[in-house]
């Protein structure tokens, strides 16, 4: 009899075990996991709920757990693709619906995060944290509408707060990060600017937004070359970023221009300099440093013009921008005493001088307080009609004819309030001639010496009318005033004998 050839069946019994097995070896990864993350290791809890995942990955709880793991790790990105996964395996998950929402809170998203807590919400409408969280999306919604709104109206103050509410609710949001940092580049804040800037580039070096804010940080700070390699670094990690192309654009024609004027100031071509730094401070308002510089170097070039009021406005004006600005308070400072402002002088002086006790800057003060003690006196110089350099003969032919225009006997035909004038105008020249044509008393005074003090002068003993004899020679002095209405101050003549 021939054999017959019978089908033997396949068990499936083995592949059953085998499933089980996987399950069971996957739930013990999960329970491992579970184990490290109540000892909040979340780095071996992640690793063990990876294994659960790769031993069976069609479980929404070991992605839900796993999500909540890169949570505690602030990978929140990571975290959302696991919770999506999750509600796609199960989309009655409520805790991977929850989970995503608060990863999207977490980056900033709060629309999808709020669609995310409504889902839990036809789930289990009594959930109170869904609710809260909605509540709280809703909130982050409104700090970014008054962060758009105060932007627009140049409040960056305002933006910074918003943005600080907003990045407690969404502290992974590098959007929300980026807004501060630009504002607080804007306000002039650039360490923290700077901080949070770096921040950012640590976690993602082809940042554009923050590479921008990085080089504005830099531009702000007059480091401008620098900034520039920002700029066009962002812009080649975002062609169409447009606040980088316009800071870039900025940042070169700035440059330039403040580079004009310093070459045609130092080619002694003032008028030039002071255009190019002119037209240097319509370019960007924003840039305090580099137009306080640019305030500073027009005051240089109007001084040097002669435009000494506008050269004190502009020092003043780059002080404001600047208020630590010690080149600007100097040059103010010798502006003021070109023009005799020596208390406004002092000011500034003592100024740099707390600043920088530097033995330049003491020597720059002390003259000044000596201008500001010699301008509280008589000026000798002004009573006399000369210049401070004047010659020995210059002062006594300013003295003659300051004596003889203010002589009593010339205005005895005149008024009592007027005699009284001439003669004090009279005495004074007498006593400005006795201290500048004696070489002691002369030098003494314009190192700025008390003559009543030292016994070398008492104003209130001079006769000056023994000055007149001595000068004139002798009683008379050989003239005559005709004192009639009609004489005028030069009106009196010698009559030599």
């Known amino acids: 009899m021939a ?40 780095s071996q809890a992640f690793n063990y709920y990876t294994k659960a995942i790769d031993t069976c990955p ?67 409408p009594t959930n109170k944290e869904a609710k809260q969280e909605k509540k709280n999306a809703a909130v982050l919604l409104e700090y970014e509408k008054m962060a758009e709104f105060s932007f627009e109206k140049r409040d960056f103050r305002k933006v910074v707060y918003c943005m600080d509410r907003a990045l407690a609710l969404a502290p992974a949001c590098h959007r929300f990060k980026i807004s501060k940092a630009e504002c607080l580049a804007l306000l002039g804040r650039y360490p923290e600017a700077q901080s949070v800037a770096s921040d950012i580039l640590r976690m993602d070096s082809t940042n554009a937004d923050a590479l921008y804010v990085r080089g504005l940080c830099l531009y702000y700070e007059d480091c401008i070359d620098k900034a520039v390699q920002f700029f066009v670094q962002a812009l080649r990690m975002a062609p169409d970023h447009e606040k980088a192309r316009l800071a870039c654009r900025n940042a070169k024609a700035l440059k330039a221009k403040k580079d004009e004027g310093n070459t045609a100031f130092k080619t002694c071509n003032y008028d030039a300099a002071y255009l190019l730094y002119t037209e240097a401070l319509a370019i960007d308002p924003n840039n305090i440093k580099t137009n306080a510089k640019l305030y500073c170097n027009r ?46 002088a002092v000011r500034d002086y003592e100024k740099v001088y707390q600043t920088e006790k530097t033995s330049d800057h003491k020597h720059l003060l002390k003259n000044a307080q000596l201008e500001l003690k010699k301008s509280k006196r008589k000026d000798y110089y002004k009573v006399l009609g000369v210049g401070k350099n004047a010659t020995e003969d210059e002062i006594k032919k300013a003295y003659r004819k300051r004596a003889l225009m203010h002589h009593p006997d010339r205005h005895s035909g005149a008024t009592p309030e007027v005699q009284k004038e001439e003669e004090k105008k009279f005495k004074e020249v007498g006593e400005a ?60 003549f010698f009559q030599f004998g």
């Open 299 to 344: 005051a240089t070039a109007g001084a040097k013009l002669k435009k000494i009021n506008q050269a004190i406005e502009d020092c003043t004006n780059a002080i404001k921008l600047d208020d630590t600005y010690i080149k600007a308070y100097l040059r103010r400072a010798q502006c003021y005493m070109d023009t005799e402002q020596y208390e406004e």
């Open 433 to 492: 001639f006795t201290v500048l044509s004696d070489p002691k008393k002369k030098s003494r005074y314009d190192n700025g010496h008390d003559l009543d003090n030292d016994g070398c002068f008492d104003g209130g003993d001079i006769d000056p009318n023994n000055i007149f004899r001595a000068f004139f020679g002798g009683h008379g002095g050989g003239f005559s005033f005709d004192s009639s209405p009609d004489s005028g101050p030069g009106n009196f």
């Open 3 to 42: 054999a017959v050839d019978i089908d033997m069946p396949v068990e499936p019994e083995p592949m059953i075990r085998a499933e089980d097995d996987l399950e069971r070896e996957a739930e013990g990864f999960k329970e491992q996991g579970n184990a490290y993350y109540s000892k909040k290791d979340y």
């Open 58 to 124: 069609r479980n929404a709880s070991y992605y839900g757990n796993r999500a909540a793991t890169l949570m505690m790790l602030s990978r929140f990105r990571e975290a959302l693709e696991d919770s999506q996964q999750a509600v796609r395996l199960d989309d009655r998950f409520m805790k991977g619906h929850l989970r995503e929402g608060k990863c999207h809170m977490s980056l900033g998203n709060a629309m999808a995060g709020s669609r995310c807590f409504q889902k839990v919400l036809e789930l289990d």
